[in-house]
């Protein structure tokens, strides 16, 4: 317990980050205030998410701060409480950022992990804010009916291919667009998916879409944006429902000009909304409680990807952001004192 | 009784209709079928959805055919009946186009009017389509509460004026979009808006809107879309939604390209909903009676153009489309048989 290994942003990225804008740290050992817990890191995220976060301009979250360990959710191991209610050994998830160790006020703590339930790395995907994202944008927003046609985005992906789990469980026929030849087969072999479309060997997107959803779209799960949600929109039913989880299809900051899209969802009486996990979470308990039945019971199914070392964090966001990974991706930097 | 005056569409227009693509007829006298009614024709309205109807390319309705009668709500009085529930003298609103007489299908026929209730014209106005209109938009879809800030625009017109007003009763704050000084008083001192700006006095429409609206924009009821969405969409807060109940200030087939908006969408988890009042006709009996006993308590106003012949109504159109007419535009045909 000398240092604390940091990933820290060196630099802030005009566009999408790369590996040489973070920088391998050894940072102060981390003591617990009155108000905090010291816990040590077992296991970081890596989001999509994280392209905005390290990006000046307006966003949901401040940018992170040229100098600081990158921002991300990770399960703690509790050394030392502070906290009511946290002891010695309590396996925590929060927003530990890419580090070896870290002190965390209670509002950076989001809740206890029962090691029990399942895996723990499932915490932060699958029983974790992954899910939570599946669970609020398939469900809450996007409420497939049986009989309907479903479309998702990044569809072997994390949240993407729990969406469409999600949507097959409704009774729904579920189409996914993903970008390669092996992945647009995870989807149908392994998540279930009716259908899936390699997106990068397509010329007309939009008529994919129409081949490989003959009935139309009634529901679109969409973490691209730009010319994916137009080839979606040109397909959407009547009443259709669009949850926007993300934007990666754009320029980070989401500038970029395109076709205007009101009058095609005043026609059809679209309904589109886009949505944060974190606003729900709040409800992560009960969803988490729900999830673990469907994956116990084998009703969903999940794939991660744990790099192995703290230090890989960059090169993996890097893979994710260029569409490389399959399945959560997780940055393992300690093992769990039993 | 001999022939049948209409106002028929002689030429499918490209952009904007003109007078000069309607053409006055004497057509037949129409005969009630066995499964119709023939009305006389005493009012028909005139409406910017009519900008769309008379165009091809998809839409919610079919074009209205060259060669025939314009497509429009109307109110009629029934003459015969070969149709259960209704007889001579009844007044109904229905489809009756610009015409003096029709024979309508039940199918055709929206409901009876009550002419105790209110003067029959706002069968077509504010107790009618348009105050449906209003309502789903803004009651349904916007959901005011009571210190938001609603935003809307058309707000001198019959659609808007309404919409705000709903939005006052339920204690929001609401500023209205206007398209000359006239108007823009009218809406503050008429119809109680608490600001209303004149956009076509303003370089900096989004700018305007932030200084009427210092808190941010919760809710935005939008006829208009285009740059008036854009500006809208800079203010909005998180959680915002926008009704989107027309796009008058795009071209007529929606075909226009300009900023993306799905990533301001994400960020302040905006809901934005395409919405027709058509789709609502099942609910009009216990909108129109809501709406009445606020009219009958002076808690809203309404407002009424009316032309005074048949032959007049390509020219209320125009005027319409161009934003010359406030409240409600109405063409008198005959007067109702006493």
Redo the contacts between chains.
């Keep these: 317990m000398s240092g604390n290994l940091q990933i820290v942003l060196g630099r802030r990225p005009t566009a999408r980050p790369a590996v040489r804008d973070f920088v391998v740290c050894e940072g102060d050992f981390p003591v617990a205030g009155p108000d905090e817990a010291l816990v040590r890191t077992i296991l970081v995220s890596v989001d999509p998410a994280m392209r905005g976060w390290v990006l000046d301009g307006?966003?949901?979250l401040p940018p992170v701060p040229v100098g600081s360990p990158m921002r991300s959710f990770g399960i703690g191991q509790v050394v030392v409480s502070n906290l009511p209610g946290f002891g010695p050994g309590d396996l925590v998830v929060g927003m530990t950022g890419w580090q070896e160790w870290a002190a965390l006020r209670r509002t950076e703590i989001q809740r206890r992990i029962d090691p029990g339930l399942a895996p723990v790395s499932t915490a932060l995907g699958v029983l974790g804010v992954t899910g939570l994202t599946a669970y609020v944008g398939m469900l809450d927003i996007g409420r497939p009916t049986p009989g309907s046609t479903v479309l998702v985005t990044t569809a072997a992906g994390a949240v993407g291919s729990l969406a469409g789990q999600l949507a097959s469980l409704q009774g729904a026929r579920t189409v996914g667009l993903t970008g390669s030849d092996e992945k647009r087969r995870l989807c149908v072999e392994h998540f279930g998916f009716d259908a899936a479309i390699d997106y990068r060997a397509e010329d007309d997107l939009a008529e994919a879409i129409r081949c490989a959803c003959p009935d139309g779209v009634d529901v679109f799960f969409?973490s691209v944006?730009?010319a994916t949600?137009d080839a979606a929109l040109a397909n959407l039913n009547v009443g259709a429902r669009v949850a926007?989880?993300?934007?990666i299809g754009?320029p980070p900051?989401?500038?970029?000009?395109?076709?205007?899209?009101?009058?095609?969802?005043?026609?059809?009486?679209?309904?589109?909304?886009?949505?944060?996990a974190t606003?729900h979470l709040h409800r992560i308990d009960g969803v988490v409680e729900e999830l673990a039945g469907w994956l116990r019971a084998g009703r969903i199914r999940h794939r991660e990807e744990i790099s192995p070392v703290l230090t890989d964090a960059p090169a993996a966001l890097v893979r994710l952001l260029e569409g490389r990974n399959t399945g959560k991706s997780l940055v393992r930097v300690a093992d769990i004192d039993p």
């Design positions: 307006p966003n949901y969409d944006g730009g949600l926007v989880c993300g934007t754009l900051d989401g500038e970029a000009d395109g076709p205007r899209i009101e009058r095609r969802i005043l026609v059809n009486r679209i309904s589109m909304q886009g949505f944060l606003d």
